[in-house]
């Protein structure tokens, strides 16, 4: 499974941004999708995941309320729509697929190139 991550970027604070992970193989939907994010010195933090075959979702506390994750069968894709940001979202996002799914970043086999959001204040 190959995952292709684009839609970073910089952005105002209180700005909008969408992150998307496609997917290669169908396989996948079988996985939990999971977006992680990882600021520089600071070790890689979870933000939230969306599993294909429950069809649910599930976030960090600090992407509650502001970030929404969804998925596009037909485009084999997941979105990270993120709002309302702020300096501290700064990071490179990454997603990722894995089997168990949760906050782990150890649960998850196969990872996106990541790709960089800024906020400035």
């Known amino acids: 499974v190959q995952l292709q991550v684009s839609g970073g970027g910089l952005v105002q604070a209180g700005g909008s941004l969408r992150l998307s992970c496609a997917a290669s193989a169908r396989t996948y939907r079988t996985y939990t999708m999971g977006w992680f994010r990882q600021a520089p010195g600071k070790e890689r933090e979870f933000v939230g995941a969306f599993s294909w075959s429950l069809s649910t979702t599930y976030y960090a506390d600090s992407a509650k309320g502001r970030f929404i994750i969804s998925g596009d069968n037909a485009k084999n894709t997941v979105y990270l729509q993120m709002s309302n940001l702020k300096p501290e979202d700064t990071s490179v996002y990454y997603c990722?697929?894995?089997?168990?799914?949760?906050?782990?970043?150890?649960?998850?086999?196969?990872w996106g190139q990541g790709t960089q959001v800024t906020v400035s204040s």
């Open positions: 990722a697929v894995g089997l168990r799914g949760g906050s782990r970043s150890g649960n998850y086999d196969y």
